[in-house]
């Protein structure tokens, strides 16, 4: 098994600060434990995921509805500053909470809940936070709707989903330091596509060659020549 020492200075480095961060929100909202604290009994362990499990995704449908909510909110009163303000940090804060989990889960393997209910259902989950980046850099679009060329909240959707998806019409322009929260969706939906595609990838069961009398088919025509 490879040690903390293994992964070398940057890496490790790296490794400390996500497992810090990502410590934050799962102390304060999912009552996560530590891996020291973990039941050692099996059947234990596994009451602990299913549980651990329900509070996750309760968590998360929260998490959506706020989202809907701010996006909502900021096109029925795009130019209420204290909403905006709001809505921005509210956004930026899951965000960042996103990012963090799922990078721990899936590159540094140092998530503190490390047991899980599901592979499939951690799969299904990253498709679910995906959906939720889209959200959140739509309810900041929707929030200063002004810096966009468009000027209606409503097109911050759009603008955040071709934004995500890497299309980029052009027919809706960001302006001043929107272009860097842009730049910034765009980079993090590119490493989503890539978490996504690297869990399918290693759920999906290994494919196997049909066999005849216990001989592959080339093995076959090895055997006639």
């Known amino acids: 098994m490879t040690q903390p020492e293994d992964y070398g200075f940057l890496t490790g480095f790296l ?30 362990l596994k009451r602990y995921a299913q549980k651990g499990a329900v509070k996750v995704e309760i968590y998360v449908c929260s998490w959506v509805v706020v989202e809907l909510m701010g996006v909502c909110l900021c ?6 500053w204290l909403l905006s303000f709001l809505v921005t940090l509210v956004c930026s804060v899951r965000i960042a909470e ?7 889960i899936t590159i540094f393997c140092v998530a ?3 047991v899980v209910a599901s592979v499939l259902r951690i799969l299904v989950l990253t498709i679910v936070n995906y959906a939720e980046i889209f959200l959140c850099f739509a309810g900041i ?7 966009l060329s468009s000027k209606c909240p409503w097109d911050a959707l759009y603008f955040s989903g071709i934004t995500q998806l890497t299309i980029g019409y052009g027919d809706v322009l960001p302006t001043g330091w929107l272009r860097g929260i842009v730049v910034l969706q765009g ?5 989503f596509v890539l978490l996504i595609l690297g869990r399918l990838v290693s ?13 592959r088919e080339d093995d076959r025509f090895e055997k006639r020549k």
């Open 187 to 191: 980079w993090m939906g590119t490493m």
């Open 15 to 44: 490794r400390k600060v996500f497992s810090v961060l990502d410590e934050i929100p799962s102390r304060l909202f999912l009552g996560r434990r530590s891996e020291l604290e973990l039941p050692c009994d099996l059947d234990e």
């Open 98 to 104: 996103v990012f963090l989990t799922n990078v721990n």
């Open 203 to 215: 759920i999906m069961p290994a494919l196997q060659e049909i066999k005849v009398d216990g001989l």
């Open 141 to 147: 679009y929707a929030a200063h709707s002004n810096l």
């Open 75 to 80: 096109g029925l009163w795009p130019d209420h």
């Open 112 to 114: 503190k809940n490390p």
